[in-house]
């Protein structure tokens, strides 16, 4: 069975830098697509960013760009999310989740999630 921990969140001030990190047991990272989604208090859950398992195509939502960046290492099984230049709006609970082919930016179609993980950006 796949599983996926997400580590790194925690509060920040707005302008500061997080690192986010999904490590993946039960299964070969290279096999999976992988995304970040983010649920904040009282919205749905939105898609993040989203990179491909073949040949690491990756995917930003607009309001991310240029911010955030998203990383895979297959050696070590691990996802990665650099966000920097954060903003109070980008406070959530921020998950990871993958699924056997092309990126898919809509959660049901995600097979395996993990626990999340709490930003918290402050102004």
């Known amino acids: 069975q796949v599983q996926l921990v997400e580590s790194g969140g925690g509060l920040v001030q707005a302008g500061g830098s997080l690192r986010l990190s999904c490590a993946v047991s039960g299964g070969s990272l290279s096999s999976y697509s992988m995304a970040w989604f983010r649920q904040a208090p009282g919205k749905e859950r939105e898609v993040v960013s989203g990179?491909?398992?073949?040949?690491?195509?990756?995917y930003y939502t607009d309001s991310v760009k240029g911010r955030f960046t998203i990383s895979r290492d297959n050696a070590k099984n691990s996802v990665y999310l650099q966000m920097n230049s954060l903003k109070p709006e980008d406070t959530a609970v921020y998950y990871c989740a993958a699924r056997r082919g092309l990126i898919r930016l809509n959660g049901y179609e995600y097979d395996y999630w993990g626990q999340g993980t709490q930003v918290t950006v402050s102004s």
């Open positions: 990179i491909s398992w073949s040949i690491g195509s990756t």
